[in-house]
């Protein structure tokens, strides 16, 4: 049965779904509302996917991404509620029924200034990265899947068609806009160049962020920054993926539509002069950065670009701009108007007189006084630091000996008695006593000292300085250490921001700070961003660093790392040995950099079955590194923690047991509780119980492994498919097979 709307047949049920009426048509294919009625009784919007696109592997990955898309949950972002396929084959998505306008329209039904569209799409922003967090890349952002509705009294955007495009194509959505039926013509003009280019499987975050750009571009000036339909859909995505659309900036933009721009204006309550103004300078920079061809110069988070607006918003300076005096200065007295105004009129006799003739030497004196006070600092802080030593001298100590530890604690100490006058001073001594203290494993202790630098650098300097980025940088690193991989990501985007912004993207501190993100990425299970990330870093040692920089080698072990995680062994064979080769000539064989290359080799083998190959690299690996940090290091137990998992897979069950029990005890201590690594040996441990037939103690182990991956990870991450496919194992041997199915359904499920 079905019936007739406006001449088109509709079908009167889809699964367990009333159709109501057609809502729209789409490039995918066509949405009705419908209802569901059992078990619950709700209006969705039903997504019925154009025929053609139903074969069983399209299938398979539309519950596989329903799944991942239920781990979301945010106001901003409408839920998928189930997916399948019709008697005919045909698959449908079932969605949260959202009843609003596209996002553009609505800014203009409601004549929205401009500062309410840019609150409006900061809200956008957050939605966008609440799933970047979760994983999850829309890959086809445009007004028409942002919804605005009103909700208790206020304008509530919400995304939807999350995930559906990558779900449709083996290459993501971006492979619609090849195929030769056209499939997706309207969104190409929000797609990304790295989403137009001919591979198309490179896509990470960053690709929402242009179309974020292109959105907010829309939203403001009322018109796309280019339109395919001006050069045709093939020279346009030609020039995309080139890198060569060179769009207007907004500004500019406004400046050309002599028919419309003033139409444009009363949408916005305004006039074309006065949205002239509000467009350039702060709005071209922030737009034009999301929009920027190469996504490394892009924002590297929809959270930095919101953050960015905000600033815009409270009249501070933007990170997307290079900071000039002058721009600074501009900014300070659109916050401070009437004080600067009064400034002004007492100060502007006595200054008239006196520019011209003091200019040059202010500029010769203040180069000079930099240089003084830097090494005035350097002094200071060795003197400081020499001084705490001179306890270990006999004479001095009275033939007491004190540890590493102890002389730190003296040294906090001292900073907090002696140096309140001296804030600059101190704020360099917290941040080298917090520096030591992480390298030698102290994370609390790190993190306390950093967290003061911090506070009073952003006091001294303000939020935006050069010093205040290196001590994000350095807690962003405690955190990643500590296994806290979110707080990571926010610190080293932050940090990453400002020396943009205050040093410029060519340099070392910029290249560091991005290699460190990248492995934050493959921590938290985002190989393909922390690949694309790695390749820009590796790009930028090339321009900076010499081949002797031991960071070049890290950063080419990082890449290495991300290859292991896709399980590609061969290319990350290749660069590890490539590696080990440029320590041994560069930092020396007894450094404990190379004997992170030597883990990471065994790990190549380890995972490829090859335990005998794995187990040399390990047993080298780890008397370097013992030797270098210490035997009580937390690095050491992850190579204990190695030859561990070797000696079980080679049958050697008391060996495996002793070292198993040792790098767990080391991490505990060393780490916070809810650290992954700590599952990574309650994973093995488990793992060595089952294999011994010790099914309590196992059981026990995995279940306490599978909390913890879940609590920190997400329950859909790898790492938690990984103890379910294990802890599944442990079941089957031990004749609990129907337990065991239902924690292999949910390792498929992620898997």
Known sequence: MSTTTAGRALPTRIGPYDIIQLLGEGGMGIVYEAEETHPVRRRVALKLVRTGLDSAEILGRFDAERRALAVMNHR???????????????????????????????????????????????EVCEAVQHAHQKGVIHRDLKPSNILVTDEDGRSQPKIIDFGISKAVSPLGGDALVRTQHGLALGT??????????????????????????????????????????????????????????????PSDRLSTLEREREQIAKLRRTDVPHLRRALKGDLDWIIMRAMHPDR???????????????????????????????????????RHRVGVAAAAIVSTSVVAGAVVATVGLVRAVRAERLAAREAQAATAVTDFLVGLFKVSDPGASRGATLTAREILERGTERVATELDSQPELRTRIQQVLGTVQFQLGNYVEARGQLEAALRAREQVYGAE?????????????????????????????????????????????????????????????????????????????????????????????????????????????SLLKEVLALQEATVGSDHPDLASTLSNLGAVYFFQGRYDRAL???????????????????????????????????????????????????????????????????????????DEGRWSESEALYREALALRERVLGASHPDVGETLRDYAAMLRKAGRGDEAALLEERAARIR
Do not use: C
Not at 205 to 233: C, F, K, N, Q
Not at 296 to 306: D, K, M, S, V
């Open 76 to 122: 901003g972002i409408a839920k998928v509620l189930q997916a399948g396929s019709t008697e005919q084959g045909q698959p449908y998505f079932a969605m949260e029924l959202v009843r609003g306008l596209p996002i553009t329209q609505f800014a203009d039904h409601r004549r929205l200034s401009v500062r309410d569209r840019l609150a409006l799409f900061i």
């Open 296 to 334: 490394a110069q892009r924002y590297e988070t929809a959270t930095g670009l919101a953050a960015d607006i905000r600033r815009h918003l409270a009249d501070e300076p933007i990170v997307a701009r290079p900071p000039s005096a002058r721009y600074r200065l501009g900014k300070f007295v659109r």
């Open 616 to 690: 040399p690299f390990y047993k080298r690996a780890r008397p370097i590194m013992e030797r270098a940090l210490g035997e009580e290091h937390p690095q050491v137990s992850g190579v204990i923690n190695n030859t561990a998992e070797v000696a079980w897979k080679l049958g050697d069950h008391g060996a495996a047991d002793s070292l198993f029990r040792r790098a767990l005890a080391m991490k505990r201590k060393a780490f916070a509780p809810t650290n992954p690594s700590i599952a990574i040996t309650l994973n093995q441990m488990a793992g060595l119980r089952r």
């Open 188 to 249: 190409i003009a929000y797609m990304s160049p790295e989403q137009a280019d001919a591979d198309g499987g490179d896509v990470d975050t960053r690709a929402d962020i242009y179309s974020l750009g292109v959105m907010l571009y829309e939203l403001l000036v009322g018109h796309l920054p280019l339109d395919p339909a001006d050069v045709g859909l093939f020279v346009f995505l030609a020039r995309l993926a080139a890198g060569e659309s060179n769009p207007p900036t």
């Open 465 to 573: 300085h050069p010093l205040v980025g290196e001590t994000l940088a350095a807690l962003a690193e405690v955190a990643r250490t500590r296994g806290e991989y979110d707080e990571a990501d926010r610190l080293f985007t932050r940090a990453l921001a400002i020396q943009r912004a205050s040093i410029g993207g060519e340099s070392k501190e910029v290249a560091t700070t991005l290699a460190l993100l990248a492995a934050t990425r493959v921590r938290q299970g985002r190989p393909a961003e922390a690949e694309s990330l790695y390749k820009a870093v590796l790009a930028l040692d090339a321009r900076v660093r010499d081949r002797a920089d031991p960071r070049l080698a890290r950063d080419m072990r990082g890449l290495a790392a991300v290859y292991m995680q896709q399980k590609r062994w061969t290319p990350a064979e």
